[in-house]
């Protein structure tokens, strides 16, 4: 047995309703009040009748009376208003400060044991989403309502990180954007160098260089590290130097080559490309952030990231190893990935923090517009007949395989709860 379960079984009143104390009073359950996920009580204002007494309060849980004792609650004030101790094991009586005995509910032999066993099941099975076998079950209510409450999760765990580097940034809406974008634009494999590089070469600096390029490309493909060998092509040699002269000028460290990552990536994702691609988009928007805010339409968005690389790539990936000529265009593929990580979740938070609900329902329309994803956990979910039809859903049982199945969170996730609930009925049939 395990509190968590305990919490459940309290939470969605899953015992029988001939309750008494471990004293012999009635216990009759009116509210099993709010759970409370910080310190203190596991739940708050709950209303209890005990014997002919009628209380409201907080209600602790667990597995055994003695943990009381054990996680120190006699000599905490937050505990002094607890009107009932739920657990399910009655190993030893409990006095509060008054001396008076505690009211204790043991629930041992009072709620449906099959219930364990099932949610055990799904604690150890060895299946990557732990409910695959039950999951047909579900009805289309409950997966769609549960995943339109994913999705806010996660727009608001995913703002609330943008917003603390913007808190670091002093509130630079502009610097904030550059680093996070930046770092997406890495993607999955190079993500850490490009945010390494976004950090070590301020925005400033490139800004006052947005009218040439070159300058920009050799800031950051110098800044990267890659341009610290002889060359045989005119174009490094003459980003080299250009990169040289701007080093001295403005103090910069380049960081180390071997950061950046080729191996078994396609050559249009290499990091050479990808940084000649982001300093045409520096080139093509004065402010960045400024000029996302005011696109009206995902089309609008789509042509903010419509940019190339130089035309010296238009017949290279690497430096000095000729290709087959075609330029290298930022694909949609990888503009609707940017959408998704960057774009949606500035406009997310700017509508948040601006108090401006159009936003925050602009960002939302955006997943709406785009196809979903196409990756692993996608496909998993697609075989449990559970089939994104568009951004928003695929960013929903994302987060529901990352934070919910991943950590073996059935307790909390609607989909689990629902099937442990319908467990319990089978077994009353």
């Known amino acids: 047995?395990?509190?968590?379960?305990?919490?459940?079984?309290?939470?969605?009143?899953?015992?029988?309703?001939?309750?008494q104390t471990t004293q012999g009073e009635e216990i009759v359950v009116k509210n099993p009040g709010i759970r409370n996920r910080d310190s203190g009580p596991d739940f708050s204002g709950g209303v209890v009748r005990i014997g002919d007494t009628l209380w409201a309060g907080n209600i602790e849980i667990h597995v055994r009376s003695s943990d009381w004792l054990a996680h120190g609650h006699q000599n905490n004030e937050a505990y002094r208003n607890v009107i009932l101790h739920v657990v399910y094991q009655h190993d030893?009586?409990?006095?509060?400060?008054?001396?008076?005995?505690?009211?204790?509910?043991?629930?041992?032999?009072?709620?449906?044991?099959?219930?364990?066993?099932k949610y055990q099941y799904f604690l150890h099975n060895k299946?990557?989403?732990?409910?695959?076998?039950?999951?047909?079950?579900i009805d289309p209510i409950t997966k769609t309502s549960w995943l339109e409450r994913l999705l806010a999760e996660r727009l608001e765990r995913k703002a609330k990180a943008v917003e603390e580097i913007l808190t670091r940034n002093k509130n630079d809406w502009e610097t904030t954007f550059y680093q996070v974008l930046a770092g997406n634009f890495g993607f999955k494999v190079n993500n850490q160098p490009f945010a390494m590089l976004a950090a070590g070469l301020p925005l400033q600096i490139l800004l006052k260089h947005r009218d040439s390029n070159f300058q920009i490309e050799?800031?950051?493909t110098g800044q990267a590290g890659l341009l610290g060998k002889t060359f045989a092509d005119d174009y490094p040699v003459r980003l080299k130097k250009e990169y040289d002269f701007l080093k001295k000028k403005y103090g910069?460290?380049?960081?180390?080559?071997?950061?950046?990552?080729?191996?078994?990536?396609?050559p249009v994702n290499f990091p050479t490309i990808r940084l000649s691609q982001f300093a045409a988009l520096i080139t093509l928007h004065e402010n960045l952030f400024a000029s996302l805010v005011h696109c009206q339409s995902i089309g609008d968005v789509?042509?903010?990231?419509?940019?190339?690389?130089?035309?010296?790539?238009?017949n290279h990936f690497t430096f000095d190893n000729p290709s087959p000529g075609s330029p290298k265009k930022l694909g949609i593929s990888a503009i609707r990935i940017l959408i998704i990580n960057t774009v949606v979740q500035f406009l997310y938070l700017y509508g948040i923090l601006r108090g401006k609900q159009s936003y925050r329902d602009r960002a939302i329309g955006f997943l709406l517009e785009l196809p979903a994803e196409k990756n692993a956990i996608i496909r998993e979910w697609e075989k449990l007949s559970f089939k994104a039809e568009n951004a928003l859903e695929s960013q929903a049982l994302l987060e529901l395989k990352s934070r919910y199945c991943n950590l073996k969170r059935c307790l909390d996730c609607a989909i689990g709860v629902h099937l442990l609930k319908k467990q319990s009925s089978n077994q009353h049939i």
């Open 1 to 19: 047995m395990n509190e968590d379960f305990l919490l459940y079984i309290w939470r969605y009143q899953l015992y029988d309703t001939d309750l």
């Open 92 to 117: 030893r009586d409990i006095t509060d400060k008054n001396g008076l005995s505690l009211p204790t509910l043991e629930l041992a032999g009072k709620f449906d044991e099959h219930l364990f066993e």
């Open 127 to 137: 299946n990557r989403i732990p409910c695959s076998e039950d999951i047909h079950l």
């Open 218 to 220: 050799a800031l950051l």
């Open 252 to 266: 910069l460290v380049p960081m180390e080559p071997h950061l950046w990552k080729f191996m078994r990536l396609r």
């Open 302 to 314: 789509i042509d903010f990231f419509n940019i190339k690389a130089s035309s010296y790539w238009d």
